[in-house]
Nanobody, 115 residues
Protein backbone atom coordinates (compact mmCIF):
# COMPACT_ATOMS: atom_id res chain seq x y z
CA UNK A 1 0.00 0.00 0.00
CA UNK A 2 1.27 3.47 -0.93
CA UNK A 3 -0.34 6.60 0.43
CA UNK A 4 0.16 9.83 -1.44
CA UNK A 5 -0.27 13.28 0.06
CA UNK A 6 -0.49 16.27 -2.26
CA UNK A 7 -0.03 19.91 -1.35
CA UNK A 8 0.56 23.27 -2.98
CA UNK A 9 -2.72 23.97 -4.73
CA UNK A 10 -4.55 27.25 -4.47
CA UNK A 11 -5.80 30.33 -6.26
CA UNK A 12 -3.46 32.17 -8.60
CA UNK A 13 -3.84 34.86 -11.23
CA UNK A 14 -3.19 34.13 -14.91
CA UNK A 15 0.52 34.21 -15.60
CA UNK A 16 1.34 33.19 -12.06
CA UNK A 17 3.11 30.13 -10.69
CA UNK A 18 2.46 27.32 -8.26
CA UNK A 19 4.42 24.28 -7.17
CA UNK A 20 2.61 21.10 -6.29
CA UNK A 21 4.17 18.42 -4.10
CA UNK A 22 3.32 14.76 -3.72
CA UNK A 23 4.91 12.72 -0.94
CA UNK A 24 4.70 8.94 -0.88
CA UNK A 25 4.34 7.07 2.39
CA UNK A 26 6.85 4.36 1.56
CA UNK A 27 10.18 4.03 -0.06
CA UNK A 28 10.33 5.26 -3.61
CA UNK A 29 12.30 2.13 -4.46
CA UNK A 30 9.13 0.24 -5.33
CA UNK A 31 7.65 3.10 -7.36
CA UNK A 32 8.73 2.95 -10.99
CA UNK A 33 6.59 5.79 -12.27
CA UNK A 34 5.03 8.90 -10.77
CA UNK A 35 2.81 11.37 -12.50
CA UNK A 36 0.28 14.14 -12.28
CA UNK A 37 -3.19 14.04 -13.75
CA UNK A 38 -5.90 16.64 -13.57
CA UNK A 39 -9.66 16.84 -13.89
CA UNK A 40 -10.91 20.19 -15.19
CA UNK A 41 -14.48 21.15 -14.28
CA UNK A 42 -16.93 19.03 -16.24
CA UNK A 43 -14.23 17.09 -18.06
CA UNK A 44 -12.45 13.76 -17.90
CA UNK A 45 -9.25 13.21 -15.98
CA UNK A 46 -6.19 13.79 -18.18
CA UNK A 47 -2.45 13.28 -18.00
CA UNK A 48 -0.42 16.37 -17.18
CA UNK A 49 3.09 15.01 -16.72
CA UNK A 50 4.89 11.89 -15.60
CA UNK A 51 8.35 10.69 -14.73
CA UNK A 52 10.00 7.30 -14.54
CA UNK A 53 12.31 6.44 -11.66
CA UNK A 54 15.16 6.95 -14.12
CA UNK A 55 14.10 10.52 -14.72
CA UNK A 56 12.50 10.21 -18.15
CA UNK A 57 9.64 12.70 -18.26
CA UNK A 58 6.65 13.18 -20.53
CA UNK A 59 4.20 16.06 -20.72
CA UNK A 60 0.84 16.84 -22.20
CA UNK A 61 1.18 19.15 -25.18
CA UNK A 62 -0.90 21.79 -23.41
CA UNK A 63 1.67 22.21 -20.62
CA UNK A 64 4.98 21.71 -22.44
CA UNK A 65 7.33 24.60 -21.81
CA UNK A 66 5.30 25.79 -18.81
CA UNK A 67 5.27 22.87 -16.39
CA UNK A 68 8.24 20.90 -15.06
CA UNK A 69 8.08 17.62 -13.19
CA UNK A 70 10.84 16.55 -10.84
CA UNK A 71 11.47 13.90 -8.23
CA UNK A 72 13.47 13.72 -5.03
CA UNK A 73 13.72 10.01 -4.37
CA UNK A 74 15.49 10.55 -1.06
CA UNK A 75 12.39 12.37 0.18
CA UNK A 76 9.90 10.14 -1.67
CA UNK A 77 8.54 13.34 -3.14
CA UNK A 78 7.53 14.48 -6.60
CA UNK A 79 7.01 18.08 -7.64
CA UNK A 80 5.18 19.87 -10.41
CA UNK A 81 6.40 23.39 -11.05
CA UNK A 82 3.69 25.24 -12.95
CA UNK A 83 4.57 28.57 -14.57
CA UNK A 84 2.60 30.95 -16.77
CA UNK A 85 -0.64 29.45 -15.54
CA UNK A 86 -3.75 29.90 -17.65
CA UNK A 87 -7.44 29.75 -16.73
CA UNK A 88 -7.70 26.46 -18.62
CA UNK A 89 -5.24 24.94 -16.13
CA UNK A 90 -7.96 25.17 -13.49
CA UNK A 91 -8.59 21.63 -12.24
CA UNK A 92 -8.19 19.20 -9.40
CA UNK A 93 -4.68 17.81 -9.69
CA UNK A 94 -4.00 14.22 -8.68
CA UNK A 95 -0.76 12.45 -7.94
CA UNK A 96 -0.26 8.94 -9.31
CA UNK A 97 2.29 6.32 -8.29
CA UNK A 98 2.79 3.08 -10.19
CA UNK A 99 4.35 0.09 -8.47
CA UNK A 100 4.68 -3.57 -9.27
CA UNK A 101 1.67 -4.20 -7.04
CA UNK A 102 -0.67 -1.61 -8.47
CA UNK A 103 -1.41 2.04 -9.03
CA UNK A 104 -2.14 4.52 -6.27
CA UNK A 105 -3.76 7.95 -6.34
CA UNK A 106 -3.64 10.93 -4.04
CA UNK A 107 -6.75 12.71 -2.81
CA UNK A 108 -6.30 15.66 -5.18
CA UNK A 109 -5.51 19.32 -4.74
CA UNK A 110 -7.46 22.18 -6.29
CA UNK A 111 -5.73 24.64 -8.59
CA UNK A 112 -7.74 27.67 -9.66
CA UNK A 113 -6.39 30.20 -12.14
CA UNK A 114 -8.51 33.31 -12.17
CA UNK A 115 -8.23 37.06 -12.04
Amino acid sequence: QVQLVESGGGLVQPGGSLRLSCTASRSAFSIYYMGWHRRPPGKERELVAGSTSGGIADYADSVKGRFTISRDNAKNTMYLQMNNLKPEDTAVYYCLAKTGRGNYWGQGTQVTVSS
